[in-house]
């Protein structure tokens, strides 16, 4: 790829940008959008606009960006929780990290890969037309000496990103205490699930648990509540919710048509009046079959082997966790309970064959989805390969002649195809995440995080490199030997597309995300023909499980190409500080926090971050023999060793506090609500905070729910009897 293609590809998106961002200025200053760009700030009832006509609100501006960047990290927290502080940590630590990089990369290793002479010298007349590689590690010559300070680099890097990974992992951890020790008592902390519970011939499982926890935790078991199959009775509550929303639309349309009513129009109404007798007809069964099937649901037999066991400390529930209950170890099998509203009650209905079943489909699906997306890789390469592309369609020879559109497909339609795929997988890991049985979303959702970072770093990175089969690819692997010499061929060669894709898929990413066009089109559609669409205003949640592998990738590309591709520097950061911006706003006004795991998504990043930067060792050791260093190539050994050690070290100091709160904290916390007045009220509350949504009463249907008075009548008196 010459210069003048990657200016195009800037340019364009640049362009893009510049104009999602002035829309997005103007478009939510008017207050019909309110519920598009500030649905979690409406459903609080915080947002007040006028309604009166103002110039200012079709003026664009900066105010939300300033507002953004003002916003401290305490505010955030009290916003949208801990998890969104540590989201944003990864911009925080992003923009040190390639900070630092971009100094060394831009001032120091760009003008020696620049002035070298490998390739062959630069013609500034025309250099537009240069290729990228000039400004690349290949334009160095073989066996120079200034490659000992990419040599030196390399070592900086490593110091510095391990010294800030550090310091970035200490602060969470304590940011992650602090949260705790400041926390109200919640549910989950006292709260803990048991699984492979064995039924009494005489008794139900739920006498089952009442027996065997009274008896080995008696001083500190409170009380429990069985799950239970249900999942016919959500059917149920979905099919009489879709009909209530139809009725209402119904009747809104037969009531906006009597305000114009005219003789042409009785016809119409009878036909409405017919339909909505006999939705209302329905929607009664549907009510009568839900208090059928949840009183059935209730009853012994609907009994699923698992419960949530209630204790009084959250030592005691720690302790029942990670001590084995049982001489049988797959019996009584005991883990922390997830937040209530974390809780994925669809798991419990699928038994524990179908679950394993679910899980070898998840792996051989994925493995058909890897296969598969070489197609779309494939496609991408030969865009980016003029000579390749007129070999496969000959009919497009004279198109591209011309330097425009030639620049516009090398420059960057391989980036957007490729991104356009990317997009499309992170529902699909979701779907397979959630058919793998997890009893949280939270779970769930990092399972899906994590399937997607491997899947984004084999196909969007090594695919593109290695550019071959699955074969071919894991070829590379097979022979560790010849890794570092592998991907350092590979690797540098990709430089220039991985630049194009930071730019194309990042920046004009994130000003797509602050515009919101899916959500508007939808809003808009469902204030002008609200007879079809539903009108209910939903507050999204950050969908962590594609946002982070995305950040991640850029991550991995700017730490690969630190001294081989310098050029990708300054675009990786303007990528994390515009990250930073724009992700923090929509935290403010968007989106809402679904669930809280205090932080547990920091492992994965730091597990990222040494990959990456073992990957970019591994390449400088393989570039320094290629370019007949053998001695440089030598002495970069033991930075990986040296890297992998350092991550054992962190792995042993921090990881465990992300796993389970030590016991000194607990007892802590425990001693200092122990004369508290509010927790017999909140102990008495435990056991129908983890009800069953679907055995609630819903608001089609009134009746109380049967069980519950019995089982809070029992903690009742449990807890005065202490």
């Given amino acids: 790829m010459i210069l003048a293609a990657l200016f195009t ?47 200012e609100r079709l003026l664009p501006s900066t105010g939300w960006a300033k507002a953004a960047w003002n916003l401290s990290e305490d505010d955030l927290l009290s916003i949208a929780g801990l998890d969104a502080v540590i989201f944003m940590r990864i911009f925080v630590f992003s923009l040190k990290v390639f900070s630092f990089a971009g100094v060394i990369g831009v001032f120091i290793l760009l003008p020696i890969n620049y002035e070298g002479d490998q390739l062959h010298s630069i013609d500034l007349a025309n250099l537009p037309n240069e290729s990228l590689d000039k400004f690349t590690i290949s334009n160095v010559k073989d066996g120079s000496n200034w490659l000992w300070v990419h040599f030196s680099a390399a070592y900086v890097m490593t110091a510095v990103v391990c010294y800030l990974l550090y310091l970035e992992y200490d602060y969470v951890c304590s940011k992650r205490m602090l949260y705790f020790y400041a926390s109200k008592p919640q549910p989950h902390h006292f709260t803990v699930l048991v699984r492979g519970i064995p039924r009494s011939r005489e008794g139900s499982y739920s006498e089952s648990v009442e027996k065997f926890f009274s008896d080995i935790h008696a001083s500190s078991y409170l009380t429990h509540i069985m799950v239970r199959q249900t999942s016919k009775l959500r059917r149920l509550i979905v099919d009489a919710e879709s009909m209530y929303k139809k009725l209402t639309r119904l009747k809104s349309l037969r009531n906006e048509r009597q305000r114009f009513s005219s003789g042409g129009f009785l016809r119409l109404f009878s036909q409405n009046d017919t339909s909505v007798e006999k939705c209302e007809k329905q929607l009664e069964t549907l ?56 809780v994925y009650w669809p798991f419990f209905s699928s038994s524990f064959t179908k679950r394993w079943i679910s899980k070898l489909i998840v792996i051989l699906a994925s493995v058909v989805l890897t296969i598969l997306f070489l197609i779309p890789v494939a496609f991408v390469q030969g865009l980016a390969n003029l000579d390749r592309l007129e070999i496969l369609f000959p009919f497009l020879k004279s198109v591209l002649t011309l330097t425009f559109v030639s620049q516009v497909i090398t420059g960057y339609l391989p980036s957007l195809i490729l991104y356009a795929f990317l997009s499309m997988v992170p529902p699909v890991m979701k779907v397979f995440s959630n058919m793998q049985g997890y009893i949280s979303h939270s779970e769930s959702e990092k399972s899906a995080c994590s399937k997607m970072m491997l899947f984004t770093v084999w196909n969007a990175f090594f695919a593109v490199v290695l550019s071959g089969s699955v074969a071919s690819q894991a070829e590379v692997f097979l022979d560790p030997r010849h890794i570092p010499e592998r991907l350092a061929v590979a690797v540098p ?88 911006i724009v992700y923090r706003n929509q935290l403010l006004n968007v989106y809402k926090p679904k669930y809280e795991t205090a932080g547990k998504y920091w492992p994965m990043v730091h597990n990222a971050a040494i990959i990456s930067l073992v990957l970019m060792q591994l390449i400088a050791i393989g570039i320094f023999g290629l370019k007949k260093l053998p001695t440089a190539s030598t002495l970069t050994i033991p930075l990986p060793v040296l890297t992998l050690l350092f991550n054992e070290y962190c792995r042993k100091r921090f990881l465990p506090n992300f796993q389970n709160y030590p016991a000194e904290s607990l007892i802590k916390k425990d001693r200092e609500e122990q004369n508290d007045p509010a927790m017999p009220d909140f102990l008495y509350n435990l056991a129908s905070s983890y009800r069953d949504p679907a055995m609630k009463p819903t608001r089609l249907a009134a009746e109380t729910e049967p069980g519950l008075s019995t089982d809070l009548l029992s903690l009742q008196q449990r807890l005065e009897i202490d």
């Fill in 9 to 55: 590809s800037v340019g364009i998106n640049l362009g893009l940008c510049v104009l999602f961002f002035v829309l997005y200025s103007i478009l939510r200053n008017q207050p019909e959008n309110a519920e598009v760009y500030a649905p979690r700030v409406v459903a609080e009832g915080k947002e007040r606009r006028t309604t009166a006509f103002d110039l």
């Fill in 493 to 580: 060669a990709q430089a220039t597309f991985f630049i194009t894709y930071v730019v194309t898929s990042g920046w004009t990413n994130l000003s797509y995300e602050v515009t919101r066009a899916k959500p508007l089109v939808k809003d808009f559609l469902r204030r002008h023909w609200w007879n079809f669409l539903g009108g209910e205003l939903e507050v999204p949640s950050l969908p962590y499980h594609r946002e982070i592998p995305s950040i991640l990738f850029f991550w991995l590309l700017g730490s690969t190409y630190f001294f081989q591709a310098p050029l990708i520097l300054p675009f990786v950061i303007i990528y994390f500080l515009m990250g930073f």
């Fill in 287 to 342: 009510e009568e079959n839900l208090r059928i099937q949840r009183s059935g649901a209730s009853s012994v037999g609907q009994e699923v082997p698992a419960a949530f066991v209630f204790f009084r400390s959250r030592f005691s529930a720690a302790t029942a966790i990670r001590i084995q209950q049982s001489l049988n170890p797959i019996e009584w099998v005991t883990e922390q309970a997830p937040e209530p509203r974390d």
